[in-house]
């Protein structure tokens, strides 16, 4: 999907499910290209591709939007409310996971300075 360009700055470009699912804050879906206005930037180039369907997820870490989940469908309406209710739940894990990543990443170079500060002064800790 990197061929097909997003704008938040071109309010016709801003407005398909990844651009909302930014916007918004939370999932945005496309359940017809074919017939969805807000797709016409894009729809030829889906339609080519083999794509019917689109949807977006917000990935949320600690509070801050950092990224957003799109996947796309090979036919109408596969992004039903059961599948909506997975994704979500989904890609709040992602977010959970990303922090504690994050964290993780954190404390190992908060050790990492402890240690050579340690080991500069020549003291234990």
Request: glycine share 8%; hydrophobic share 40%; net charge negative.
């Given at each position: 999907m990197a061929h097909l360009s997003i704008s938040l700055a071109d309010a016709e470009r801003a407005h398909g499910p990844t651009g909302l699912a930014i916007l918004r804050g939370r999932h945005a879906v496309c359940k017809a290209i074919a017939s969805d206005s807000q797709m016409l930037p894009w729809r030829d180039a889906a339609l080519a591709r083999g794509f019917r369907a689109s949807a977006a997820f917000p990935i949320w870490v600690a509070g801050t939007l950092r990224?957003?989940?799109?996947?796309?469908?090979?036919?109408?309406?596969?992004f039903d409310t059961e599948a909506l209710r997975l994704l979500d739940d989904l890609t709040a894990d992602l977010g959970v996971a990303l922090e504690l990543i994050e964290a993780t990443a954190e404390l190992r170079a908060q050790r990492d300075i402890l240690d050579r500060t340690d080991h500069l002064a020549q003291v234990g800790g």
């Open positions: 990224r957003v989940f799109s996947l796309c469908a090979d036919h109408e309406g596969f």
